[in-house]
T-cell receptor
Framework: DAGVTQSPTHLIKTRGQQVTLRCSPK?????VSWYQQALGQGPQFIFQ???????QRGNFPDRFSGHQFPNYSSELNVNALLLGDSALYLC????????????FGPGTRLTVT | DQQVKQNSPSLSVQEGRISILNCDYT??????FLWYKKYPAEGPTFLIS?????DKNEDGRFTVFLNKSAKHLSLHIVPSQPGDSAVYFC???????????????FGQGTILTVHP
């Protein structure tokens, strides 16, 4: 039973650039949520995708956008990168009717220089 | 606005003893609470959860207690094992009916170290 997978593992970008992170949900899951975890902090909710639409959004600017594909995988896009965007980006998957029970991937470590 | 707080950044416990991790919340709309464990280079792993209609939930060595009037929950690990050493996060959501649309609010985490 494949768990949540994310790619890439690490990424280094320059200020102003754009980045795309990818996530494949746990087998059988149809919902994907994205979180940002800054160093020494807990994960912060960015948004959730279900049925290829953004279902709820946290307190993040429009520079953060996403997409969900028909196979339930998802992408997180961040435009105009800032130094403060450096963080661990976590993807979590769940079933739509039990989305409190989220299973997390290992994350993508993004460093913006 | 930190709605979920873990005020102890770290906790050190001897193997075999009890570990107690604490969490406070301010949002009275939260009605479902979870604990996650995180090892370095891995994503958080779900441990145990509790709905606001209960005050206690057990799963093996792990027990979560919820005090709604105090807006406080705690995770007890008995007996503690060296493999329990990790960062522990509490999280909360505002709808136990499974329609919170995935917004978990996390605390800052507590680093638990269990010494052999």
């Amino acid at each position: 039973d494949a768990g949540v997978t994310q790619s890439p593992t690490h990424l280094i970008k320059t200020r102003g650039q754009q980045v795309t992170l990818r996530c494949s949900p746990k087998s059988g899951h149809d919902t994907v949520s994205w979180y940002q975890q800054a160093l020494g902090q807990g994960p912060q909710f960015i948004f959730q995708y279900y049925e290829e639409e953004e279902r709820q959004r946290g307190n993040f600017p429009d520079r953060f956008s996403g997409h969900q594909f028909p196979n339930y995988s998802s992408e997180l896009n961040v435009n105009a990168l800032l130094l403060g965007d450096s963080a661990l980006y976590l993807c979590a998957s769940s079933l739509a009717n039990r989305d409190n029970e989220q299973y997390f991937g290992p994350g993508t470590r993004l460093t913006v220089t | 606005d930190q709605q979920v707080k873990q005020n102890s950044p770290s906790l050190s416990v001897q193997e075999g003893r009890i570990s107690i991790l604490n969490c406070d919340y301010t949002n009275s709309m939260f009605d479902y609470f979870l604990w996650y464990k995180k090892y370095p280079a891995e994503g958080p792993t779900f441990l145990i959860s509790i709905s606001s209609i209960k005050d206690k939930n057990e799963d093996g060595r792990f027990t979560v207690f919820l005090n709604k009037s105090a807006k406080h929950l705690s995770l007890h690990i008995v007996p503690s094992q060296p493999g329990d050493s990790a960062v522990y996060f509490c999280a909360a959501s505002a709808d136990a009916g499974g329609t919170s649309y995935g917004k978990l609010t996390f605390g800052q985490g507590t680093i638990l170290t269990v010494h052999p």
